[in-house]
Nanobody, 123 residues
Framework: QVQLVESGGGLVQPGGSLRLSCAAS????????MGWFRQAPGKEREFIAA????????DYGDSVKGRFTISRDNAENTVYLQMNALTPDDTAVYYC????????????????WGQGNQVTVTS
């Protein structure tokens, strides 16, 4: 089992920045690929970013490329999502997730999920 706890969400103005953190516990963190997804009311869960177990490979959804950055610290068992140039369209509940072997963009293949963290972008 892997337990994931997200933090860092909140309210921010358009153009602002936030950094989400996801702390993992349980099994060996570096055994897992990590991903971030988001879900806005009435919309499907959307792939945001993923990072390989070593941190050497990353992937991003088209809507956040160039604005968001995923990173991980295996010594701290934590994955991060740095979000810049936020717009109201980024408003959603953000989830981190872990998978041992998966297609990074497919939320159905992830094994473990955090509880979700609300991000609201509004003036």
């Amino acid at each position: 089992q892997v337990q994931l706890v997200e933090s860092g969400g909140g309210l921010v103005q358009p153009g602002g920045s936030l950094r989400l953190s996801c702390a993992a516990s349980g099994r060996t963190f570096s055994d897992y690929e990590m991903g971030w997804f988001r879900q806005a009311p009435g919309k499907e869960r959307e792939f945001i970013a993923a990072i390989s177990w070593s941190g050497g490979m990353t992937d991003y959804g088209d809507s956040v490329k160039g604005r968001f950055t995923i990173s991980r610290d295996n010594a701290e068992n934590t994955v991060y999502l740095q979000m810049n140039a936020l717009t109201p369209d980024d408003t959603a509940v953000y989830y981190c997730a872990a998978c041992s072997i998966c297609t990074a963009t497919n939320h159905a293949e992830y094994d473990y999920w955090g509880q979700g963290n609300q991000v609201t972008v509004t003036s």
